[in-house]
């Protein structure tokens, strides 16, 4: 038998195999529910799954992998079939430390994305025209503070926007109706795999 075969045995008999399996699919199950949303159908004229990250996904998972932290959580899974206290201490660290360099790759690579210009556009769209939205009024105002550095899309939205613009802000978030059919067509069509 060689050697990578007898080095595989005994990983496989190993507690500390199957913990780490169990610890690495348990990371990964929260970033699989996203890409399975993410794939989702959407009906027509429902907003595409890209304003719906926007809108809520994004943050909610970016919770749950915060969750993650709680050492409890990796107590409570079996990380106690370690030997010793000191072992479970440093498995509980490493794991930490891993869920944390998933969070800052989620933060940089995703919510870092639709925080910005010109995915915000989207919270334009959220909820009906008439309804106060407390997420709509900043947003409208930020674009209504204009400035350098300010995204072209921004630019644009505010220059031909102003007067609607300025209601919102007034209105405690509330859209007329012109600046709404825009954001909400922009949430329904644009997919996150056309730019």
């Known amino acids: 038998m060689g050697k990578w075969s007898i080095m595989r045995r005994k990983a496989v008999r190993s507690k500390l195999f199957w913990l780490t399996a169990a610890v690495s699919s348990r990371i990964s199950e929260t ?70 360099a998933v969070i800052a790759a989620y933060t940089r690579r995703i919510m870092s994305r639709i925080e910005c210009w010109p995915y915000k556009f989207r919270w334009l769209a959220y909820k009906p025209a008439e309804e106060e939205r407390i997420e709509r009024a900043p947003l409208a105002r930020e674009l209504l503070r204009g400035g350098k550095g300010m995204h072209h899309t921004a630019c644009k939205i505010r ?12 209105n405690s978030g509330r859209v007329c ?16 795999d056309n730019q």
């Open 31 to 100: 970033l699989d529910q996203l890409l399975y949303f993410l794939r989702q159908k959407t009906q027509p004229n429902e907003p595409a799954n890209l304003a719906k990250l926007v809108w809520h996904t994004g943050a909610v998972t970016e919770l749950e992998l915060e969750s993650l932290l709680d050492r409890e959580t990796w107590i409570n899974m079996g990380v106690s079939v370690l030997d010793t206290e000191d072992e479970v201490n440093i498995y509980v660290c490493g794991v930490v430390r891993l869920v944390l």
């Open 159 to 170: 220059r031909i926007f102003l007067k609607e613009l300025q209601q919102c802000v007034n």
């Open 177 to 192: 109706m012109r600046l709404y059919v825009l954001a909400h067509v922009v949430a329904v069509q644009w997919q996150g």
